[in-house]
């Protein structure tokens, strides 16, 4: 029987992420003054993604600087999201945290409130001295305290961030160990190779790539899909790519998406992110960043914006996700409005 429909601003929403081509958005979150986040923003960002047509948002990861805000915080978030009529079935949620005990608080009250999936990478200290023994001590702890049947844990591996690799060795253990649980692999290395053995490996598990350059091979490969933070600024674009016929259509899209990362990356990508959606959506507050993270500082950002909008706007119309005035060839001052 198909999954009932949910209704998120006037567009039905399926309650439960689609097993193949799934485009998930590691979703940037929007800050108050206080260093909190904004949850009506937020919401009304998980509504326009999915009106772009994203499958789902991981919420609080590291595109969402999830390990910067308080736990508190976090959980009141995920309950104005979930009030504001995103289906549990879409969202993944991100428990990175330093202290375990932060980590089981954080699981269980998404699975309290019907969020199944949870993401998590090994903490970001001592990062020289974790063996993989400790990695599997540090997942098996926490499985064991969040000690919940319907959890589905999806391991993430980001050793740029965390400093911690997940060997696949250390991956069927956990798998052998907590059979159901390790449901799935979120594989942010940038190594396709890596990405390819975990396919064939794990073709029981869900793996997840964070590298939007490698999702024509991923998929072809049997990879469930992306949760990607280039998403959050061309969701459309994104999905053309998920539901281009053929691996190498998929592929002809790759120069396209990564010039326009490359623009974004000249400054640091989740200020650069949140600097295009400000400007696209009209809403200055969106280029909050949570500290030690800082917003890109004029003139840089209005290149990077001038050139952004020069990328998108020789983009296909149906692939745009913006829509731009006049482009001045010497000036700073951009203006975007809202698709």
């Not at 159901?180 to 990405?195: C, E, H, P, Q, R």
Request: contains cysteine; aromatic residues 8%; negative net charge.
């Amino acid at each position: 029987m198909p999954a009932s429909p949910n209704v998120l601003n006037g567009r039905l929403v399926s309650d439960e992420l689609p097993t193949a081509d799934c485009l998930m958005v590691a979703a940037a979150t929007p800050v108050t003054p206080e260093f909190t986040p904004d949850i009506d923003l937020l919401a009304a960002h998980c509504a326009w993604l999915f009106a772009q047509g994203c499958d789902g948002i991981t919420l609080f990861g590291t595109t969402g600087e999830g390990a910067e805000f308080a736990v508190e915080d976090r959980c009141r978030g995920l309950e104005g999201i979930l009030a504001a009529g995103v289906p549990a079935g879409r969202l993944m949620v991100s428990a990175n945290a330093l202290a375990i005990p932060d980590i089981v608080r954080l699981a269980r009250h998404a699975l309290d409130h019907g969020v199944r999936d949870i993401l998590l990478m090994p903490p970001c200290v001592y990062r020289g001295g974790i063996t993989e023994e400790g990695t599997f001590r540090f997942y098996a702890g926490v499985i064991e305290r969040i000690a919940r049947a319907e959890l589905r844990l999806c391991l993430y591996h980001f050793p740029d961030i965390c400093g911690v690799p997940l060997t696949p060795r250390l991956i069927r253990r956990l798998d052998e160990d907590f059979p159901g649980i390790v449901a799935g692999v979120k594989d942010s290395g940038g190594d396709l190779d890596y990405t390819e053995a975990l396919v064939r490996r794990f073709a029981h598990l869900s793996i997840f790539v964070g590298s939007e350059i490698h999702l024509p091979q991923a998929l072809a490969f049997g990879a469930r899909g992306t949760i990607c933070g280039l998403g959050n600024v061309m969701p459309r674009l994104m999905r053309a790519m998920c539901d281009a016929p053929t691996a190498f259509d998929r592929r002809a899209l790759v120069p396209i998406i990564n010039s326009g990362d490359l623009i974004l990356s000249r400054q640091p990508f989740v200020a650069s992110v949140k600097a295009v959606l400000a400007e696209g959506l009209g809403l200055p507050s969106w280029r909050r960043t949570v500290p030690p993270m800082a917003d890109v500082a004029m003139p840089e950002r209005g290149w990077m914006l001038r050139d952004f909008m020069r990328w998108e706007a020789g983009l296909p119309a149906d692939w745009r996700s913006f829509h731009f005035g006049a482009v001045e060839g010497a000036t700073n001052v951009v203006h975007m409005r809202r698709a």
